[in-house]
């Protein structure tokens, strides 16, 4: 009893705390604990703070002058849904990052599968490209692209909207290429033999039993890609040719640059809220096709991916 | 059951290695040369030949009337007087290129420090003692990837305007507004760990994650004190993550430019991205903004290939 109670005692006296993790290693590390929530709230407060500061009265990012809807869509002229610049701005953030998915996803999953069981020199050299498109700074890849349209391609690909689709399309393809690999990895190789072993054609057995197995991977995909589009800038600023053909991530920078009102915290707030909807959703789609084929997956894995 | 579950894995990579042979089904050559052709193609023109369309500019001319680019296709006709002007005025004259590139190195070297001290705690606490708030804690880590990188520096310029909060907070405490935005190296090397450090926690909680409790017993148990612990198992076996955490978040900040046009704009915290940025598009620039380009290529492929290298490897070890 006694002895107990004097460990006791002594892990919990404040003076000697700075040594107690010495003598009990299974205290709750109080350093560590408020650096993690410290540097969680540092990470979050920023953001909810600009997301509020839509709702601002006045003209201020940085003065709080009442609560209004006026940069949202109550006036006529600066709103987000009246200036025409900025909804325009959004309408061409939507149809780049849908025609991207569109393209990069097919492209980056018939490649994980291609480059999975194709061996030899040709597919080592094609997925080494690959992982350095995935891994070069974006600047290399916008500034590389812009001269080719400018000159190059002058007058046969224009900057503007095909030229950054084609952009986009360049720097996301390796998501899906990455993502399906890792899952082709767990699948294995079982369920398409025995579908070859019953009898299905090599077509037959892609499209009716890899395809359906592949469908988590190509989802978490599709959110990846498209949340990862509506963000991009470097690329699409470079890639943009008359002001029409720039997106709100574009609009953003400029006018950040500038003396930018609530309605750009609004903008910004529509690309939060619509890549975080298409990864929570995707999310949720993908738990529940992944728990469909007994397996687990959480947040950290869509992440890790 | 349990010697089942042990051999399964064997059986699985010997049978993948194979598949085609065991299930006698033949393919034709082609076949799956053919899945990875459109990717292939696509890379091929977007992202290998842009490569060599920089060169051909930063070894090419300019034409005379309107000052744009004039891209050189043939090696043999390649000039290097722009590109060993480039070269020069890192280290000659005004230092008008070199000041950006020691300061590049330097506010890249602070943000990943800063990044790899902060990242690792927190990924050490939530790997290791989050318990019931772990899946909290780690939609908290996740979410800033799904947030626009120019939106989360877009909150910090308001925060930091000379009459933000981040001013009425230190004026609590008797300090004087602060013009954080006036080119303040502080504020861009804050600005880029703000940015990129949720990439140095993933890999650091990944690997984090996975060390085997009893290896730390063992440790302790072996009359290790935590410290010795950490340092002799914990921190050997988290290398690989460290490395690659460093890698994944020097890439883009060598390339930036943006968290200091939103968070200074001012010459004096100017880098290397902004060298880049300031030349792309402007007339008769062409062959600079390219040679540029092509030292950026230079300064980061080592980090890059290592990186790929390793992530060759951890595919070959899974």
Redesign the interface.
């Known amino acids: 009893m006694t002895d107990v109670a004097v460990t006791r005692v002594s892990t919990t006296v404040p003076s000697r705390s700075l040594f107690g993790w010495r003598r009990n290693p299974w205290r709750k590390p109080r350093v560590l604990q408020a650096i993690t929530w410290g540097y969680l709230f540092w990470s979050t407060v920023p953001v909810i703070i600009a997301i509020i500061f839509s709702f601002n009265a006045g003209r201020s990012r940085s003065t709080w002058q009442g609560f209004s809807l006026r940069w949202w869509y109550q006036d006529p002229f600066d709103s987000l849904l009246h200036d025409p610049e900025l909804s325009r701005a959004m309408l061409q953030t939507f149809k780049l990052s849908f025609l991207t998915v569109l393209i990069a996803v097919p492209i980056g999953t018939l490649f994980a599968i291609g480059i999975d069981r194709w061996h030899g020199r040709p597919a080592r050299s094609a997925n080494f490209v690959m992982l350095l498109s995935f891994v070069v700074p974006e600047i290399i890849l916008g500034v590389s692209l812009f001269y080719v349209f400018i000159s190059v391609l002058k007058g046969a690909i224009d900057l503007g909207t095909n030229a950054q689709i084609i952009g986009l399309v360049t720097f996301q393809i390796s998501y899906p290429v990455i993502i399906v690999r890792a899952r082709l990895l767990t699948i294995g190789a079982e369920y398409e033999e025995a579908a070859l072993d019953l009898g299905a054609t090599p077509n037959q057995a892609i499209r009716r039993v890899l395809l359906p197995l592949l469908g988590p991977a190509i989802l978490a995909s599709i959110a990846l890609v498209f949340a990862d589009s509506v963000d991009d800038f470097v690329t699409l600023r470079y890639l943009s040719g008359p002001a029409s053909s720039e997106p709100l991530s574009v609009k953003i920078y400029s006018a950040a640059r500038g003396s930018p009102s609530p309605a750009v915290n609004a903008a910004a707030t529509v690309m939060l809220v619509s890549t975080l909807l298409v990864v929570g959703i995707g999310l949720l789609l993908y738990r529940r096709f992944a728990r469909e084929q007994g397996e687990a997956a959480d947040a950290a894995s869509l992440a890790q991916l | 059951v349990a010697s089942a579950e042990l051999t399964e894995p064997k059986r699985?990579r010997r049978?993948?290695a194979a598949?085609t042979e065991?299930?006698?089904?033949w393919?034709p050559r082609w076949?799956?040369?053919?899945?990875?052709?459109?990717?292939?193609i696509?890379?091929?023109i977007?992202?290998?030949?842009?490569?060599y369309?920089?060169l051909s500019?930063a070894f090419g001319t300019v034409d005379q009337a309107f000052r744009?680019?004039?891209?050189v296709y043939n090696p043999f006709w390649w000039q290097f007087d722009t590109f060993a002007n480039t070269v020069q005025k890192f280290y000659s004259g005004a230092h008008i290129f070199l000041s950006p590139l020691i300061r590049t190195f330097t506010y890249v070297f602070s943000a990943s420090l800063i990044c790899l001290v902060?990242g690792y705690?927190?990924a050490?606490?939530?790997a290791r003692?989050?318990g019931k708030q772990r899946?909290l804690?780690?939609?908290?880590?996740?979410?800033?990837?799904?947030?626009?990188?120019?939106?989360?520096i877009?909150?910090?310029?308001?925060?930091l305007?000379p009459?933000?909060?981040v001013n009425d907070i230190i004026g609590v405490f008797g300090v004087n507004p602060v013009e954080w935005l006036a080119g303040r190296p502080i504020t861009v090397v804050l600005g880029l760990v703000?940015g990129y450090?949720?990439f140095m926690i993933?890999p650091l909680?990944?690997s984090l994650d996975r060390i085997n409790q009893n290896l730390l017993e063992a440790g302790?148990d072996l009359g290790a004190?935590?410290a010795q612990t950490f340092l002799r198992v914990t921190l050997p076996l988290s290398r690989q993550a460290i490395l690659a955490g460093i890698v994944i978040v020097t890439?883009?900040m060598?390339?930036?430019?943006?968290t200091n046009?939103?968070l200074s704009?001012s010459p004096r915290t100017s880098m290397f991205?902004n060298l880049?940025?300031n030349s792309?598009?402007q007339a008769g620039q062409?062959p600079l903004?390219?040679s540029l380009?092509l030292l950026?290529?230079v300064i980061?492929i080592v980090p890059?290939l290592y990186?790929?290298r390793e992530?060759r490897r951890a595919?070959e070890a899974?």
């Open positions: 699985r049978r993948k598949p065991e299930s006698g089904v393919y076949y799956w040369p053919s899945f990875a052709a459109p990717g292939t696509w890379l091929a977007w992202f290998v030949l842009p490569f369309v920089v500019l744009n680019p004039l891209p902060v705690a927190v050490y606490y939530t003692y989050a899946g804690i780690l939609l908290l880590l996740v979410t800033p990837f799904w947030i626009s990188y120019l939106m989360r877009y909150a910090w310029q308001s925060l305007q009459d933000g909060y703000y450090i949720p993933l909680f990944g302790r004190s935590p890439l883009p060598f390339g930036d430019y943006y046009n939103l704009e991205g880049i940025d792309v598009g062409g903004a390219a380009v950026l290529m980061v890059m990186y790929l992530t595919a899974a």
